[in-house]
C-alpha cells in the first residue's frame, strides 16, 4: 500500500487451471502471487475455484479430494507475507462450500462461502455446496472491501449490498467461474453496471478463461468504478492479468451525494445485515506507482519456466480511455469472430488438457469440415491436423478437389482412403439380410460408418483425437450418423447453427485470405451418400429450420407459438418431432463447445423416452 | 366410508407411467379411479408426478408442457363424485412445485406441494421446482389423513411430523418416485418402519412402477401401521394396486400409550408447526366389506381395454400373514432375482416405450451377450430378438456352436455373417497408414466397430433396437470398443460388475432349466480379438477388479484406502488411472440400467478433463 496515498493495489489474476490438477493450479497461482508482489500490489485476486478449476463435477464427491485441496491452500500462506491474496478453493466444515480465503500475513483472515448456488443450465452446485451466509468487510488502509462469488453478484438485495452498504466497502471482489455463451459477455457488462452504480462501488470482476470439456471460460474480467465504467479489462479467451490502483476517493465521495445511496442506507438497518469487519494490516508501501514501461515479468509463464505463448497481458494503470463497448469491439469485433475465438480456445484446451498434440478429421470438401479444419489449425496448428479424404462412389470430384485445396490453404496434412471397395463388401456381407437392392437409409449409414471406423483406427494406431464435424441444426434432427460422422472424441461445432457456420466462414475469409475455398462455401450442402442428393431433400432450407430450432430448443416456444411466426405448420410439426425423436442419438454425441444459451449434453437435460407431443 | 365404523378403504395405484404422456397416464388413471370407486374405495392414491411421468427432465422448463398437465389435472375432477383422488402432477404458482392435489367433491380440495427437493444421484429437482412449505391434514369421517411426497418422508421432523403429531393424522399418504438400486428396497422398509412408529401413524407409501430410460422404478408399495408392520404390499417390478381399510382405532389407542408421542407433542407447539385443516365430507357408504374374491374388476386394463399380461394385482383385505422379510422373499427370492427382474422390467419398457417391437444383439458365445439375450427374450418376448454371430478369424469354435446351443435353449433367432473378408478389405484399405503388420489395439477395435457396423445396418434395415451386452467391469476401466460392441440403443446390464453376472446366471439356470449352456458360464471370459485372447491378459482377475471398482467408484475410497483393503498397490493404481482415463468414452455410452448405488451417466457426473490423481 502506497503510504502516503492510502491507495490499494489490486492484480486481477484471469487464470486458466486444469480440473484436478491442484498442484498444477498451486504452482500456477504462486507465480501470479510473486509478480504482483513484485509489481507492488496489495491484493491478488484468482478466480472462483481456482485451486480446484471448474467445475469440479462430481469430483467434490471424494474425500481426498477436498482434503488435498485443503493442503494445497495452506501452502499459499507462506506467500502471502508481504501481499493479501483472495483464492477460490472448497471450504469444508459440516459440509463443503465454495469459498474464497483471503490470507494476508501468513494467515488465513477469513473464508467466505458462495451464497447463492447455481442449479440450472450446466450448473449443479446445490448438488454439492452448502449454502454460505456470513458476509465479511475487509479494511486495509484507507480502503474497505468486501468478497464474494460468481452468482452472488447476480441478485440485488445481498451480500454486495450486505458488504457495499451495510458494511461500507469501497470495492467488491467478486471471483467467479462464468462460462460462455453467445451475447453473454454483454449481458455480464450490465449486470455489473447495475451492481456497481447501484451501490456506488468498484467491483473487481476476476473470471476463469480456458476450456473445460463442453464449456468454455471467456475471461474478459474486469474494473468497474462506482459510475459503472469500465476502468480496466482483461482479454478475452486468453490468460491474462492487469494491475490497478483503486480509487476509492471517488466512491466516497459518489455515496455522500446519491440520495438513492443515502436511502439504502437508512433502509439496510445493519441488524438485519450482519457483516463481520476484519482488519488487514497494511504489509508493504510502494517503491512507487509502477509505469507501464517498468514491468518486465510475465506471470503466465508456467511453472517450468516455459513461456506460455497465447498469453499477453494486459497491464492498465489507468483508466481505459474509451467507452465499455468500443473497448471490446477492440479487442473482439464481431459475434463471428467472438465465436471463433471461443471454439479455438475449447478446442485446443480439450487436446491440450487431455494430452493429444495432434487431431485428425475427415474431409468431406463440405463447409462444415472445412470449418473444424480451420478451427483445429487455429488450436494445435495446422501441421498437426490430418484430414481425412474418403470418397464413396457418390462423391463428386469437387469433394476431393476442394479438400485439396482446402488442405493447401489451412496448411493441414491429408490422407485419402477411398471407401468404394469395403462399402461393396459390406452389402456383399449384408446381402442375405437387406430389404431392397437400392441405395436406402440402411446403405447411406454404412457409408458414413466406414469412414468413422477409417478415422477411429487412424486414431487408436497413431494417437490422434478425432474430431467430429457435426453442427447444431442437422445434429437437432438426427441428420447424422451415429458411429459415423458422429464418431469422434470432440466435436468443435455441435453447437454451432448452419446458418451461423456461413457466418463464421465468411468472417475468416474476410479476416484470413479467403483461408475456405470459394467453391466449399458456394456448393449446395450434401452428405453425397446417395446420386445427387442435398441436405434439403429432406430438410427445410436452413434459414428456415435455424429459425424453428431456436424458437423451439433455446425458446422452450411450443408448436402453436412457433406457428404464429408464419412458418409453414407441416415444417414446424415435423422438425419438433425430428427433435424429440433424436434425443437418443444425442445422447451419444461427443462432447462439444457450449455457444449458445442451450446447448445440448448437460445444458439440455431430455428424457428420451418422452410422449409429450403437443401438436 | 362405511356409515357403521367409519372405516375408509384406500386404493393404491401402483402406476406406470409415460414420460410426457400424459394424456395417456390421465386415462389409466382414470380407470384406477372408476376401478376402486367401484370397489367402494374411499380415497385413491397414485405416486409423485403420475400425471407427467417421472423423471419429467427438461420437459419441464416448457410452459406447455406444465399447461396441459395442469389441464388434465382438472379433467380429474370430473371423476371426484364419490372418491377423493389423490394424484401427483406439476403445480404452477410464481413457480412450478412438485405436487399432490386432493381431489374431490368435484373440487381441489388442496395442493400439497413437496418441501425436500432431491438434488443428488440421479435428481435434479433443485433445477425446477419452488419448495413448498405448507401442511394440510384432511378429515374424512373418522381417520384424519396427511399428504406428503417421496424424499419428505426420509427427514425426521417435518412434514411427517407436522401432519401426523401437530395435525394428527391417522394415516400419511406418501406419494413417491423412487428409483431401483440394490438394496434400496431393504433400506425404504427401515425408513418407513421408523417413521411410522416414531410418529405412530399408519403409512401407505404408493410407488412408482416402470422403466424410464435409466432408471426402473420398483413398485413395492406398502402400507405400514403403527407399530411399523407391513399390512399390505403391491408386487415389485409389476403395475399393480391394492385396497385395504384403514384401521385408524389402533393408532389412537397406541398414542395415547406411548410416552414418546406425547412428548413429543407436548414440544411440538402448534404455533411453530402449522396445519391447515380441511373437511372432506364423506361421499360414499360401502355395501359390505369387500372379500378377496369379489373383486373382479382388474384396473392394469388399458384405455384401450387390451389387458396387460405383465399385470397380476394383489388385492388384501386382510392384514399381511407373515413378517416384512419374509414377506418381500416371497415374491423375489434373492438379490439375483430382484436384479434381474429390474433389468427384464427396464429393457422391456425402454423398447416399448419408445416403440420397438424388436430386438437384435451381437453373440459373442460369451457369458455377457448370453445373459443380455435372456434379459432381451423375458423382455419383449423370444421370438422378437435376433442374435447375431459374426466370427472372425480369431472365434473360437465355441463362440458359434455355443451361441446356437443359448439360441435354442431361449428361442431367440439367429444371423451369422462372417468379418473376415470385411476386416482384410479395411487392412488393405489402411495398410499405408498402419504402423505394425502384427495384432494390435487399432485390430482388434477394428473387429468390434465391424460388428457395431453391421448389427446397426439391421437395425437401420429392419428398425431393431441394438443391445449393447458390455458390463461394468469393463465399461468402467475402458476394456470395450467406442462404436464397436458400444454401438447400440440400449446397453441393459452396463451397470453389473463382472462377478455378478456369473451370480445372476447360476441363479437363472437354477429357475430356467439351465437357460445358458455350461459351456458359456465356464470359458474364460475374452474378446477373441487376437489368438488365444482371455480378458486376464489386461485386467486382473475380475474378483479383484471388481472389488476395486466398488471401492472408487461406488464408496469414493481413495487409493491409500484401497491399498488398506490388502490389493496389490501397483493393480489398484493401474485401474484408478484407467477409470479416470476412460471417462471419455463412458460419456458415449448408450444408455443402461441403473443398479448400483452410483451408476453412470445422470448418477455419476465425471469430468472427463480431469488431472485429479491422489497416488
Same mark, same amino acid.
Given at each position: 500500500?502506497?503510504?502516503?496515498?492510502?491507495?490499494?493495489?489490486?492484480?486481477?489474476? +484471469?487464470?486458466?487451471?486444469?480440473?484436478?490438477?491442484?498442484?498444477?493450479?498451486?504452482?500456477?497461482?504462486?507465480?501470479?502471487?510473486?509478480? =504482483?508482489?513484485?509489481?507492488?500490489?496489495?491484493?491478488? =485476486?484468482?478466480?472462483?475455484?481456482?485451486?480446484? #478449476?471448474?467445475?469440479?463435477?462430481?469430483?467434490?464427491? *471424494?474425500?481426498?479430494?477436498?482434503?488435498?485441496?485443503?493442503?494445497?491452500?495452506?501452502?499459499?500462506?507462506?506467500? &502471502?507475507?508481504?501481499?493479501?491474496?483472495?483464492?477460490?478453493?472448497?471450504?469444508?466444515? &459440516?459440509?463443503?462450500?465454495?469459498?474464497?480465503?483471503?490470507?494476508?500475513?501468513?494467515?488465513?483472515?477469513?473464508?467466505?462461502?458462495? +451464497?447463492?448456488?447455481?442449479?440450472?443450465?450446466?450448473?449443479?452446485?446445490?448438488?454439492?455446496?452448502?449454502?454460505?451466509?456470513?458476509?465479511?468487510?475487509?479494511?486495509?488502509?484507507?480502503?474497505?472491501?468486501?468478497?464474494?462469488?460468481?452468482?452472488? %453478484?447476480?441478485?440485488?438485495?445481498?451480500?454486495?449490498?450486505?458488504?457495499?452498504?451495510?458494511?461500507?466497502?469501497?470495492?467488491?471482489?467478486?471471483?467467479?467461474?462464468?462460462?460462455?455463451?453467445?451475447?453473454?459477455?454483454?449481458?455480464?457488462?450490465?449486470?455489473?453496471? !447495475?451492481?456497481?452504480?447501484?451501490?456506488?462501488?468498484? %467491483?473487481?470482476?476476476?473470471?476463469?478463461?480456458?476450456?473445460?470439456?463442453?464449456?468454455?471460460?471467456?475471461?474478459?474480467?474486469?474494473?468497474? $468504478?462506482?459510475?459503472?465504467?469500465?476502468?480496466?479489462? =482483461?482479454?478475452?479467451?486468453?490468460?491474462?492479468?492487469?494491475?490497478?490502483?483503486?480509487?476509492?476517493?471517488?466512491?466516497?465521495?459518489?455515496?455522500?451525494?446519491?440520495?438513492?445511496?443515502?436511502?439504502? +442506507?437508512?433502509?439496510?438497518?445493519?441488524?438485519?445485515?450482519?457483516?463481520?469487519?476484519?482488519?488487514?494490516?497494511?504489509?508493504?508501501?510502494?517503491?512507487?506507482?509502477?509505469?507501464?514501461?517498468?514491468?518486465?515479468?510475465?506471470?503466465?509463464?508456467?511453472?517450468? #519456466?516455459?513461456?506460455?505463448?497465447?498469453?499477453?497481458?494486459?497491464?492498465?494503470?489507468? *483508466?481505459?480511455?474509451?467507452?465499455?463497448?468500443?473497448?471490446? /469491439?477492440?479487442?473482439?469485433?464481431?459475434?463471428?469472430?467472438?465465436?471463433?475465438?471461443?471454439?479455438?480456445?475449447?478446442?485446443?484446451?480439450?487436446?491440450?488438457?487431455?494430452?493429444?498434440?495432434?487431431?485428425?478429421?475427415?474431409?468431406?470438401?463440405?463447409?462444415?469440415?472445412?470449418?473444424?479444419?480451420?478451427?483445429?489449425?487455429?488450436?494445435?496448428?495446422?501441421?498437426?491436423?490430418?484430414?481425412?479424404?474418403?470418397? @464413396?462412389?457418390?462423391?463428386?470430384?469437387?469433394?476431393?478437389?476442394?479438400?485439396?485445396?482446402?488442405?493447401?490453404?489451412?496448411? %493441414?496434412?491429408?490422407?485419402?482412403?477411398?471407401?468404394?471397395?469395403?462399402?461393396?463388401?459390406?452389402?456383399?456381407?449384408?446381402?442375405?439380410?437387406?430389404?431392397? @437392392?437400392?441405395?436406402?437409409?440402411? /446403405?447411406?449409414?454404412?457409408?458414413?460408418?466406414?469412414?468413422?471406423? %477409417?478415422?477411429?483406427?487412424? &486414431?487408436?494406431?497413431?494417437?490422434?483425437?478425432?474430431? !467430429?464435424?457435426?453442427?447444431?441444426?442437422?445434429?437437432?434432427?438426427?441428420?447424422?450418423?451415429?458411429?459415423?460422422?458422429?464418431?469422434?472424441?470432440?466435436?468443435?461445432? *455441435? $453447437?454451432?447453427?448452419?446458418?451461423?457456420?456461413?457466418?463464421?466462414?465468411?468472417?475468416?475469409?474476410?479476416?484470413?485470405?479467403?483461408?475456405?475455398?470459394?467453391?466449399?462455401?458456394?456448393?449446395?450442402?450434401?452428405?453425397?451418400?446417395?446420386?445427387?442428393?442435398?441436405?434439403?431433400?429432406?430438410?427445410?432450407?436452413?434459414?428456415?429450420? $435455424?429459425?424453428?430450432?431456436?424458437?423451439?430448443?433455446?425458446?422452450?416456444?411450443?408448436?402453436?407459438?412457433?406457428?404464429? &411466426?408464419?412458418?409453414?405448420?407441416?415444417?414446424?410439426?415435423?422438425?419438433?418431432?425430428?427433435?424429440?425423436?433424436?434425443?437418443? *442419438?444425442?445422447?451419444?454425441?461427443?462432447?462439444?463447445?457450449?455457444?449458445?444459451?442451450?446447448?445440448?449434453?448437460?445444458?439440455?437435460?431430455?428424457?428420451?423416452?418422452?410422449?409429450?407431443?403437443?401438436?
Amino acid at each position: 500500500m502506497d503510504e502516503k496515498t492510502g491507495t490499494v493495489r489490486v492484480y486481477c489474476a +484471469q487464470f486458466n487451471p486444469v480440473v484436478g490438477d491442484i498442484k498444477g493450479n498451486f504452482e500456477k497461482m504462486v507465480n501470479h502471487i510473486i509478480s =504482483a508482489a513484485e509489481m507492488g500490489s496489495d491484493i491478488v =485476486a484468482f478466480p472462483e475455484l481456482a485451486l480446484t #478449476g471448474y467445475p469440479p463435477e462430481d469430483l467434490l464427491l *471424494k474425500p481426498a479430494f477436498i482434503e488435498e485441496n485443503i493442503a494445497y491452500l495452506a501452502k499459499i500462506k507462506e506467500f &502471502s507475507a508481504d501481499i493479501t491474496v483472495i483464492a477460490g478453493f472448497v471450504n469444508r466444515a &459440516s459440509g463443503i462450500y465454495n469459498s474464497a480465503a483471503v490470507i494476508s500475513n501468513k494467515k488465513i483472515a477469513a473464508v467466505y462461502n458462495k +451464497q447463492y448456488l447455481p442449479d440450472y443450465s450446466v450448473f449443479d452446485e446445490e448438488r454439492y455446496f452448502c449454502k454460505g451466509t456470513e458476509n465479511f468487510v475487509f479494511k486495509m488502509g484507507n480502503i474497505s472491501f468486501g468478497v464474494n462469488i460468481c452468482e452472488d %453478484i447476480f441478485y440485488s438485495p445481498e451480500p454486495v449490498r450486505a458488504q457495499a452498504i451495510a458494511g461500507g466497502a469501497e470495492l467488491i471482489i467478486n471471483l467467479s467461474a462464468s462460462p460462455y455463451y453467445e451475447g453473454k459477455i454483454h449481458e455480464s457488462e450490465k449486470i455489473l453496471f !447495475t451492481r456497481a452504480v447501484e451501490n456506488r462501488v468498484n %467491483i473487481l470482476y476476476v473470471n476463469l478463461v480456458g476450456g473445460q470439456d463442453e464449456l468454455v471460460f471467456d475471461g474478459n474480467s474486469m474494473l468497474i $468504478d462506482e459510475k459503472g465504467e469500465i476502468l480496466c479489462r =482483461a482479454k478475452p479467451f486468453k490468460e491474462d492479468f492487469f494491475i490497478y490502483d483503486i480509487p476509492s476517493e471517488s466512491v466516497n465521495s459518489a455515496r455522500l451525494q446519491d440520495a438513492k445511496y443515502i436511502n439504502q +442506507q437508512n433502509e439496510l438497518r445493519p441488524e438485519r445485515y450482519s457483516v463481520k469487519l476484519i482488519e488487514i494490516s497494511p504489509v508493504k508501501k510502494h517503491v512507487g506507482v509502477h509505469k507501464r514501461a517498468e514491468i518486465v515479468k510475465k506471470p503466465g509463464q508456467s511453472a517450468e #519456466g516455459a513461456a506460455d505463448t497465447q498469453n499477453k497481458n494486459s497491464v492498465c494503470g489507468s *483508466k481505459a480511455p474509451i467507452a465499455n463497448t468500443d473497448n471490446y /469491439k477492440k479487442l473482439i469485433s464481431c459475434a463471428e469472430e467472438e465465436i471463433f475465438e471461443a471454439l479455438v480456445l475449447g478446442t485446443r484446451d480439450y487436446a491440450k488438457k487431455n494430452g493429444f498434440s495432434r487431431v485428425v478429421l475427415g474431409l468431406s470438401g463440405g463447409l462444415d469440415s472445412a470449418l473444424v479444419a480451420v478451427i483445429a489449425s487455429f488450436a494445435v496448428g495446422s501441421r498437426n491436423v490430418t484430414g481425412v479424404i474418403m470418397p @464413396s462412389i457418390y462423391s463428386s470430384k469437387g469433394s476431393i478437389d476442394d479438400s485439396l485445396a482446402l488442405s493447401e490453404k489451412t496448411g %493441414i496434412g491429408t490422407i485419402i482412403i477411398p471407401i468404394s471397395s469395403l462399402y461393396s463388401e459390406y452389402l456383399e456381407s449384408l446381402k442375405d439380410n437387406l430389404k431392397t @437392392s437400392g441405395i436406402n437409409i440402411t /446403405k447411406e449409414n454404412l457409408q458414413a460408418r466406414i469412414r468413422g471406423n %477409417i478415422l477411429m483406427s487412424l &486414431s487408436n494406431e497413431h494417437g490422434w483425437l478425432v474430431l !467430429t464435424t457435426g453442427n447444431k441444426s442437422e445434429i437437432s434432427v438426427g441428420y447424422c450418423t451415429l458411429y459415423g460422422d458422429m464418431a469422434g472424441g470432440f466435436s468443435p461445432i *455441435k $453447437d454451432i447453427y448452419k446458418t451461423f457456420i456461413y457466418r463464421i466462414c465468411n468472417f475468416l475469409n474476410k479476416k484470413y485470405a479467403n483461408i475456405i475455398p470459394d467453391e466449399i462455401i458456394i456448393k449446395a450442402p450434401s452428405a453425397e451418400l446417395k446420386p445427387g442428393q442435398t441436405d434439403q431433400d429432406r430438410l427445410p432450407p436452413y434459414e428456415v429450420l $435455424d429459425k424453428i430450432l431456436k424458437a423451439y430448443i433455446e425458446d422452450e416456444k411450443d408448436y402453436r407459438e412457433i406457428v404464429r &411466426s408464419g412458418l409453414p405448420e407441416n415444417i414446424i410439426k415435423n422438425i419438433i418431432n425430428m427433435v424429440d425423436f433424436n434425443e437418443y *442419438k444425442i445422447r451419444q454425441v461427443a462432447p462439444g463447445i457450449k455457444i449458445t444459451p442451450r446447448a445440448f449434453s448437460r445444458d439440455r437435460r431430455y428424457p428420451i423416452t418422452n410422449k409429450f407431443r403437443l401438436l
